[in-house]
């Protein structure tokens, strides 16, 4: 039998689902991920676990998220392609259902260039598409990528992200199609500002019936001040923020920023939620962890279905 995780029987409930994220150290020390499990505790209802996040060297997303299992939370084990072949990859992936992670994000990954060892030498075995339809074979047809036959299979439910913002907007909805036909069961988005074109998009969706065979989870990222707001609309490729957003925030007092960040993530909880084929949200607070509890409370996402 099949171990569901946590979402996958959340959503198969027909609730609505919060997840949120957690950055390992840049170190050895644990109690990093504790203290950061421990804000989230009972909040959301799967935690990522993000894996060298903008190629930059942090504890691995496998040993973090066994942290966050002790601690009872359902964790999402984020793997990226840029660091591992196909060898390894399949073993990460033995090991994390071994061990009882039940959720997988495939990536590809941020390239070194972008991080803190720009001449490391990537792999790019294989890209997200292709580790999505690795696992899947893994899971469903009992392969391996070479053919031969897996010896349990790894139970994991299948993610992976989509920007509904990046360039050339219109192939969008159909790079979304071929996840979907490669085995994603649910995607999460990048953070969303600009929610009339994330409308347009999921408008795409709907119409390839995408919505139907993976559930969409929309990002969402508070803003902590200004400065934050425009050093991701003007150096983070695939972010789109309305310059009125950062004029909102501009107009306010150095200390109110953080607040009005809150309230303008809140806003948008609000209008994606009343977007049909959403089912749930992707808090990605940065480093910020203390303040998903209070966005979920103040949301109405609280509190999380316990399901038995």
Not at 135 to 161: H, Q, S, W, Y
Not at 179 to 187: N, T, Y
Not at 234 to 243: A, E, L, R, S
Request: glycine share 8%; hydrophobic share 40%; proline share 5%.
């Amino acid at each position: 039998m099949k171990t569901k995780s946590n979402i996958e029987r959340i959503l198969e409930s027909g609730e609505f689902v919060v997840t949120s994220e957690c950055g390992p150290p840049r170190g050895a020390d644990p109690e990093v991920i504790r203290r950061k499990g421990a804000l989230l505790k009972e909040v959301v209802d799967g935690v990522n676990v993000t894996d060298n996040q903008t190629s930059v060297v942090r504890m691995s997303s496998f040993a973090s998220s066994i942290i966050l299992k002790e601690m009872g939370f359902d964790p999402i084990l984020q793997m990226v392609c840029r660091d591992r072949n196909r060898i390894a990859i399949q073993s990460d992936i033995l090991g994390a259902a071994a061990l009882g992670i039940n959720n997988i994000l495939c990536l590809s990954g941020d390239h070194q260039k972008f991080g803190d060892h720009p001449k490391a030498k990537n792999v790019f075995d294989m890209d997200s598409i292709q580790l999505i339809n690795t696992v899947k074979m893994m899971r469903d047809n009992g392969r391996f990528v070479g053919g031969e036959e897996v010896n349990g299979r790894p139970r994991l439910f299948i993610g992976a992200a989509a920007n509904p913002f990046a360039d050339p907007f219109e192939i969008r909805a159909a790079r979304l199609a071929k996840k979907v036909k490669a085995g994603v069961e649910f995607i999460q988005t990048q953070c969303i500002y600009n929610v009339k074109k994330f409308e347009q998009w999921m408008e795409m969706v709907r119409v390839r019936g995408l919505h139907e065979k993976c559930a969409i989870l929309a990002g969402v990222t508070p803003f902590k001040s200004v400065g934050m707001a425009r050093y991701m609309k003007n150096q983070v490729p695939g972010m789109d923020i309305p310059d009125e957003m950062i004029e909102r925030l501009g107009g306010m007092p150095k200390e109110k920023q953080s607040e009005e960040g809150i309230k303008i993530c809140l806003e948008t909880i609000q209008r994606l939620r009343e977007i049909p084929g959403v089912r749930g949200i992707h808090i990605m607070a940065i480093e910020w962890e203390e303040k998903v509890a209070e966005i979920a409370k103040a949301a109405g996402l609280l509190p999380r279905p316990q399901l038995t």
